[in-house]
């Protein structure tokens, strides 16, 4: 560690920065100081970049420089430039040479870090008033995902561009405004006291065997890193089990039916083998498990008899539920989906799964169930970034909110989303993980923010003092889901208690594609959505297997 340190005060006197000509995404980062032979490596990585534009520049060896308050260390140095450095320390967050985007000076917009982009933090984004803060979001994807139509995806009834929108579309700034980014990287760690946030940018598999670190200051800090799906430490799933919360989940499901259907179709493949790779089994009663058995039905009734009809009697679906499917919904309207489930070829089965394994599931009763294709869908719980944050956590394990969605142990951090969940000292239950949940709590914090940035609260440590008016209240406005064959469930009540309206049908359908094409969240993917429905109507699915 004193070699090291040594050196890099050796190389710190001879440092630089990059002046305005530096593009404000070219951020980089340990990972290419920390090479043997970084210069050959460097020039490797940048092979085709034309530098012409910029005038001066020399190649140097293990120099820092840094771009509009950003810290770094690679190999380009411009001359008349003072040079920032990181400094080394062997705490948790701050291991060697962090880059970093410093603390907001005065007379700059106060800075707001968002950690995700599901439908919490999109929410907020698209509101925020950017003339009054810059805003960072950090996510590990570029887009948000359209949840509810998701699963219809999976089985070619609508593209995969269709539900997915880039951030930067939700919130302009973040590709416009000259201190507003986006970085494409995980949040490792928070550190409350020094208003920071530590992160590492994605693997591609490809460029770097390490990814780049860095670190970047925030006035204000929203949370809304999401969930992971509950697996209830059970062996297997994560192993051989597909889950259903991202476009890649929906791509790798697609890809395993298309290829289990041609490879059913080879000689020599045994009667049981092909019930086998046709077996399609959802683990999880709720919205997501139902809507999807739904999905496949159709695509079975209609797309596989005719474009598979050497297999068209091997395939099938079960659903297997511990409890009851829909539990949340009026008790009709689990009794019509079970029995349009049924009708539609669905095989409902009540029990519990003990393990996984790469070509059947055993449940707690002792049964095998052989399968090729295992969807899990079974709730969504807090990610290991969540546990790992020394906040006060909810009932579950959420980070612990107030009633103004502040975390309230320390200043400047709120949680919204999946991620948080009420106190209990509150005395407000833990609000279940919807997306409409999130999307309410996005919209609120908007206005709290606009309310704390009127009164000047925006900077780091400057609104305790200040009144952040009413509390976030939620009113639940009903459910829907699908279930196949243009039938869906509508369910208006306010609780799982209260009185109100349910309807099933096709009615309930034609509501259900209604509201949910006025949701997608701009013109394009509306339009991209009502052409997939209007296309799949005419011509069937889709059965290309790319990839």
Request: net charge positive; proline share 4%; aromatic share 10%.
């Amino acid at each position: 560690m004193a070699l090291v340190r040594a050196a890099r005060s050796s190389l710190r006197r001879s440092g630089g920065v990059i002046g305005n000509y530096a593009s404000e995404r070219d951020v980089f980062c340990e990972g290419i100081s920390s090479l043997r032979h970084p210069t050959p490596i460097f020039e490797n990585a940048v092979k085709g970049f034309n530098s012409s534009y910029i005038p001066n520049m020399q190649i140097i060896n293990h120099l820092n420089f840094g771009n509009r308050g950003m810290k770094f260390t690679p190999q380009y140095q411009f001359p008349h430039a003072p040079a920032h450095t990181v400094e080394g320390s062997d705490s948790k967050h701050e291991r060697s040479s962090y880059a970093s985007l410093e603390a907001t000076k005065q007379g700059e917009k106060p800075r707001v870090v968002v950690l995700g982009t599901g439908w919490a933090a999109c929410r907020f984004l698209k509101g925020l008033d950017t003339n009054m803060y810059d805003v960072v979001c950090i996510a590990p994807r570029n887009h948000m995902v359209f949840t509810p139509l998701l699963a219809s995806t999976c089985v070619g009834t609508l593209e995969f561009r269709s539900v997915a929108e880039p951030v930067s579309q939700i919130q302009k700034a973040l590709a416009k405004d000259p201190n507003s980014y986006f970085f494409l990287a995980s949040c490792t760690g928070v550190d409350a006291d020094k208003h920071e946030v530590y992160c590492e940018t994605v693997r591609d598999g490809r460029a770097f065997r390490e990814p780049y670190r860095f670190k970047v200051a925030y006035d204000k800090l929203v949370i809304a890193s999401g969930a992971e799906p509950l697996t209830f430490g059970i062996k297997g799933v994560h192993e051989h089990a597909f889950f259903l919360r991202e476009v890649q989940h929906a791509q790798e499901i697609r890809k395993k039916l298309l290829m289990n259907l041609m490879l059913s179709e080879t000689p020599g493949i045994s009667e049981e083998e092909k019930e086998r790779l046709l077996h399609c089994v959802v683990i999880g009663g709720g919205p997501t498990g139902v809507e999807f058995s739904g999905e496949l039905s159709d695509f079975i009734m209609r797309d596989v008899r005719e474009r598979y009809a050497h297999v068209k009697n091997y395939i099938h679906v079960t659903l297997i539920e511990a409890n009851e499917i829909l539990s949340s919904f009026d008790v009709g309207l689990r009794e019509y989906a079970t029995k349009h489930l049924t009708k539609v070829g669905v095989r409902l089965v009540r029990g519990v799964v003990k393990e996984v394994h790469p070509d059947k599931i055993v449940l707690s009763d002792g049964s095998d169930v052989p399968y090729g294709l295992l969807v899990w869908s079974t709730g969504v719980g807090p990610s290991e970034f969540v546990k790992s944050l020394d906040f006060p956590k909810s009932p579950g394990g959420r980070i612990g909110i107030d009633e103004w969605l502040r975390v309230p142990s320390v200043e400047d951090v709120f949680a919204i989303g999946d991620c948080s969940g009420y106190l209990e000292q509150t005395g407000k239950p833990v609000l279940s993980a919807l997306a409409q949940v999130a999307e309410r709590q996005g919209k609120y914090l908007v206005q709290l923010f606009t309310n704390i940035g009127k009164q000047n609260g925006g900077k780091a440590l400057s609104a305790k003092d200040i009144s952040l008016g009413d509390p976030f209240a939620y009113r639940h406005l009903g459910s829907m889901a699908t279930v196949g064959r243009y039938k869906a469930l509508v369910d208006l009540r306010q609780s799982k208690n209260d009185k109100g309206v349910s309807i099933a049908g096709f009615t309930s359908w034609f509501i259900w594609r209604s509201a949910y094409l006025t949701r997608v969240i701009s013109w394009r993917n509306r339009f991209y959505v009502a052409m997939n429905w209007g296309t799949t109507l005419i011509f069937g699915r889709d059965n290309t297997k790319i990839g």
